[in-house]
């Protein structure tokens, strides 16, 4: 979407269609779940639990991490993801959908 087409949405409605971005999928509410509960998680963690090719699993990780739900660092070559500071307010906006 153009800079010129989101002005004529408000804030909230930009906000809340990034939200349901982040989760339209199920693939990305089962990682939001996933670091819910553990803190953080990698990529290589989440294989088995997903069921889904290490490439999918990398984009939707991508999907949040665009969305501002996750962020990356790495550690040694591990590439670990877990919830970007500050966002506290969209997770209590889904925290019914996290709690499952």
């Known amino acids: 979407m153009g800079a010129s087409k989101k002005q004529q949405f408000s804030e909230s409605q930009l ?29 290589k963690e989440l294989l088995p639990i997903l069921s889904l090719s290490e490439a999918t699993v990398h984009q939707h990780l991508q999907v949040l991490v665009k ?28 925290e019914w959908l996290l709690v499952q």
């Open 15 to 43: 906000d809340s269609a990034r939200i349901g971005k982040a989760i339209a999928s199920a693939a990305r509410i089962a990682i939001l779940q996933h670091v819910y509960r553990h803190t953080a998680t990698t990529n």
């Open 67 to 94: 969305t501002g739900f996750l962020e990356g660092d790495f550690f040694g070559n591990t590439h670990a993801y877990y919830f970007k500071p500050g966002v506290e307010p969209d997770l209590n906006k889904i």
